[in-house]
């Protein structure tokens, strides 16, 4: 069986129709494809060799409106349109009163697009190592569950709840930003027993 074939197929259902049904279909794929996933709950560590499998790179830089950001680059045109909005500063304004960490992010972009790396995780730097596993399986799951992709019909709501309930599958630990009730449901979801889910609940 070509194991990357039902992964493709499961993910073009799952992007056209996100009914549970797809999405947990999709999942199955993932635990043919990936084998350590049969002994999720993973580890930071873990996490981090399954992103490098899936050849992703992870950028931590000062980010400030999130935690993390899941980016599939066309790098060309998305370094364009930043490289537009850069040279659209007015003039007059002291560039060093900018938004630091937007031309971080920016710079990095630029340097990442001229490697062709277009698969790309951004993380916020510094933070703790629960949050930190949480959050990269957060993003890997945008990408695994293809919402990178131009063609995902995907409302972002519910990416985020996809993503959200793939990170809990992978990590086992709460979502550090959802509420005790949803992080219940969630863990109920992926079938963590309440007492397994309730170990990472203070996170
Ligand atoms: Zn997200």
């Known amino acids: 069986m070509n194991v990357n074939a039902v992964y493709l197929t499961m993910r073009s259902r799952y992007i056209q129709d996100p009914s549970w049904e797809n999405f947990f279909a999709l999942i199955g794929s993932l635990l043919y494809k990936f084998p350590i996933l049969s002994k ?13 499998e899936c050849g992703l790179e992870v950028c931590e830089v000062l980010l400030n409106a999130c935690h993390g950001l899941a980016l599939a680059l066309s790098p060309l045109e998305k ?4 490289l537009r909005e850069e ?21 990095k972009l630029v340097r990442h697009a001229k490697q062709g790396q277009n698969r790309l995780i951004l993380l916020k730097a510094g933070l703790e190592p629960k949050v930190k596993a949480y959050v990269l399986a957060h993003e890997l799951g945008h990408h695994l569950l293809g919402h990178v992709l131009e063609e ?27 509420s005790k009730e949803e992080n219940r449901l ?16 203070s996170a």
């Open 186 to 201: 969630i863990a109920e979801l992926v079938g963590y027993d309440k007492n397994k889910a309730a170990a990472g609940g």
């Open 79 to 82: 370094v364009r349109k930043k």
């Open 40 to 52: 999720v709950p993973l580890g930071l560590r873990e996490v981090e060799g399954l992103i490098n």
């Open 152 to 178: 995902c019909k995907v409302e972002g709501w519910l990416q985020e709840v996809h993503a959200d309930t793939t990170a809990v599958w992978l990590t086992g630990l709460p979502s550090p930003f959802r």
């Open 87 to 107: 040279i659209q500063t007015p003039p007059g304004v002291d560039l060093i009163d900018q938004d630091l960490a937007r031309k971080e992010i920016f710079w």
